[in-house]
């Protein structure tokens, strides 16, 4: 394994979020592919996270990915969920030193911080989730549980596969007329920015939104479902405020 400072995995705090806001995003040199039987951390994953955050992550709310829109709050003081894994493609919480995470290999991931109410959250948009606007759903949750400003919200985005790469069918004119473009070789979409679309329509201001801008499928040091396949790992992505 790469020593931290050579590798490729993705941190957004230093000059994005605030020191205290722990966002990042794996390379392929660990897979973090949610297994069936044991959905915790596995050792060799708490190993590479620890080595690459320079602590022990102290606990970790993941969902089962299913490509829909539903989203896990995790408020402070509320019962303590039982330890099944949710069906679901995203995390808000309030909680300090709760680690939240969504896994992809193409697919967005999408951090949200609310540095008002010291909110945070993770959103795994593939196609079919930005279809279901699920980030304006995290948006909408926001507002309810913490009255969290849309103006206020800084939002990065992950590595995915992007407009160079994601050729779609034809009815994707039709699912997002103004992120599909004709090619000479077909029709491809743009992904991210189909979500800042839908940030700037839920009030989130350009200026507040960062894109780390790599391409999963054209960058090797990524996993990409569609360059591998089926046995394509994945990478996670984790979010926390540590205090
Ligand atoms: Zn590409």
Redesign the pocket.
């Known amino acids: 394994m790469l020593p931290a400072s050579q590798s490729t995995t993705t941190r957004f705090s230093r000059d994005f979020f605030p020191p205290h806001v722990v966002a990042f995003v794996s390379d392929r040199s660990a897979d973090f592919k949610l297994s069936k039987d044991a959905p915790e951390l596995t050792k060799p994953q708490n190993t590479f996270l620890t080595r690459q955050l320079g602590f022990r992550v102290p606990e970790v709310l993941t969902v089962r990915q299913v490509h829909g829109h539903k989203i896990v709050v995790a408020a402070r003081g509320a019962a303590r969920k039982s330890v099944a894994l949710e069906e679901a493609d995203g995390i808000l919480t309030d909680r300090h030193n709760l680690a939240i995470a969504v896994r992809t290999a193409d697919c967005l991931s999408v951090f949200i911080y609310d540095p008002r109410n010291d909110v945070i959250g993770l959103i795994h948009a593939g196609w079919r989730g930005t279809q279901q606007q699920i980030i304006k759903k995290a948006m909408t949750l926001m507002r309810a549980h913490w009255d969290s400003r849309p103006r206020d919200l800084r939002v990065a985005f992950g590595p995915a596969?992007?407009s160079?790469?994601y050729q779609v069918a034809s009815p994707f004119l039709e699912y997002f007329p103004r992120e599909t473009v004709k090619r000479k070789q077909g029709y491809f979409f743009d992904l991210p920015q189909a979500n800042r679309n839908q940030l700037a329509e839920a009030g989130v201001d350009a200026a507040n939104i960062m894109d780390c801008g790599v391409?999963t499928?054209?960058d090797p040091e990524y996993f990409s479902y569609r360059r591998e396949g089926e046995a394509a790992g994945r990478m996670i992505s984790l979010m926390m405020v540590r205090k």
């Open positions: 596969i992007r160079c790469c391409c499928h054209c």
